[in-house]
Every structure is written in structure tokens, then in C-alpha cells.
Nanobody
Framework: QVQLVESGGGLVQAGGSLRLSCAAS????????MGWFRQAPGKEREFVAC????????YYPDSVKGRFTISRDNAKNTVYLQMNSLNPEDTAVYYC???????????????????WGQGTQVTVSS
């Protein structure tokens, strides 16, 4: 497992933007699949984005496609989530996750990730 620390959450008005960051420990970050998930009060955890170990492949659900962008900087052991055109339905705690165990594959399922950050709150006001 690796340690993950998210940052960048906060309060923003509808239509605004935020960029979340997730710093990872470990020397093999470039071999991990990284993901972002979110959980709103009273709702189940929801997949938001994932990115392959090199960064060439990304997945998004329809709910955020075209508004959110996941990226990574393997030299800095950091993954980012750029969120644009935010709306109140995006309000949630956002979690960074890492899939470090083999076999390595892209996944939208939280169960496939073995390391999680503590979460960062994103609140979008109307």
C-alpha cells in the first residue's frame, strides 16, 4: 500500500473550477493506476475518473465527462483532477485511490483499488 494525501478541495460557486491534487508515497508511483472517487451524504461512492500508469488512457463516467480532467505527473508522484463547470450535484468528499497490486488494469470499481486517501471536501453552492 501507499500513502495518499489529497488537497485542493473547498467551496466554489456553481460554474466555477477547482483542481484537486493527490500526492503519493513510494518509489513505483509510475506503475500504479490512479483513480478519483466521490461520495455525497447519503449516497454510495461514485467513480469519477481513472488514469493509466503512463497517463495515456483515461476513463470518466458520463456525469463528469467533458468537465473533469484527470492527469498525473510521475516525476512528482502526484495525480490531479481538474474540475470545471461545477454544479451543486458535484458536492461530495473526493477520494484519491491507487491500484498497486498486479495484475494492473484500468478500473471503475472501488474494490479494485487498494490504497485510499483521507478525502477532501468539495462544496458547490448554487
Amino acid at each position: 500500500q501507499v500513502q495518499l494525501v489529497e488537497s485542493g478541495g473547498g467551496l466554489v460557486q456553481a460554474g466555477g473550477s477547482l483542481r484537486l491534487s493527490c500526492a503519493a508515497s513510494g518509489r513505483t508511483f509510475s506503475s500504479y493506476v490512479m483513480g478519483w472517487f466521490r461520495q455525497a451524504p447519503g449516497k454510495e461512492r461514485e467513480f469519477v475518473a481513472c488514469i493509466s500508469w503512463i497517463g495515456g488512457t483515461t476513463y470518466y463516467p458520463d456525469s463528469v465527462k467533458g468537465r473533469f480532467t484527470i492527469s498525473r505527473d510521475n516525476a512528482k508522484n502526484t495525480v490531479y483532477l481538474q474540475m470545471n463547470s461545477l454544479n451543486p450535484e458535484d458536492t461530495a468528499v473526493y477520494y484519491c485511490a491507487a491500484k498497486t497490486a498486479r495484475p494492473m488494469f484500468m478500473s471503475r470499481r472501488g474494490e479494485d483499488y487498494d490504497s485510499w486517501g483521507q478525502g477532501t471536501q468539495v462544496t458547490v453552492s448554487s
